[in-house]
């Protein structure tokens, strides 16, 4: 449970930093990421896709957003394990299922399957 709570930390300070390579680290390379498009239909992209286009974003750090994530579940069934997050990246809120694998003696994730909503405003903080 420690090595899968370990990852699921890395998982969101990669997102927190918008960090392809940190992202790379815990991903087995033949992974994908399922989400819905535009038109409400799955699409499957395969991982070095979906690294090229984090590459290309401003990471929620670099916008000077506070942070906002949370572990909400991790299942272990022997050398399969499943995490839900859920985290910002404004202006969505994203709810994140990986599916990871336990390969060669470390956890790995498999798939990546997300989705977004928009998120609702921050409250302000008074000073």
Same mark, same amino acid.
């Given at each position: #449970?420690?090595? *899968? *709570?370990?990852?699921?930390?890395?998982?969101?300070? %990669?997102?927190?930093?918008?960090?392809?390579? +940190?992202?790379?680290? &815990?991903?087995?390379?033949?992974?994908?990421?399922?989400? $819905?498009?535009?038109?409400?239909?799955?699409?499957? #992209?395969?991982?070095?896709?979906?690294?090229?286009?984090?590459?290309? *974003?401003?990471?929620? @750090?670099?916008?000077?957003?506070? @942070?906002?994530?949370?572990?909400?579940? &991790?299942?272990?069934?022997?050398? $399969?394990?499943?995490?839900?997050? @859920?985290? @910002?990246?404004?202006?969505? #809120?994203?709810?994140?299922? $990986?599916?990871? $694998?336990?390969?060669?003696?470390?956890?790995? &994730? +498999?798939?990546?399957?997300?989705?977004?909503?928009? %998120?609702?405003?921050?409250?302000?903080? *008074?000073?």
């Amino acid at each position: #449970m420690q090595a *899968l *709570l370990a990852l699921a930390h890395r998982y969101l300070d %990669a997102a927190y930093e918008m960090e392809a390579d +940190a992202f790379a680290s &815990i991903f087995d390379p033949r992974s994908s990421v399922t989400k $819905l498009d535009d038109t409400g239909t799955p699409s499957v #992209m395969p991982i070095d896709a979906w690294l090229g286009a984090v590459r290309t *974003l401003t990471s929620p @750090r670099q916008r000077g957003a506070e @942070r906002e994530d949370e572990i909400l579940s &991790i299942h272990v069934l022997g050398d $399969l394990a499943v995490i839900a997050l @859920r985290l @910002r990246v404004e202006p969505h #809120m994203f709810t994140d299922l $990986l599916s990871c $694998l336990e390969v060669g003696g470390s956890w790995k &994730i +498999a798939q990546k399957v997300t989705t977004s909503q928009v %998120a609702a405003p921050r409250a302000s903080r *008074l000073p």
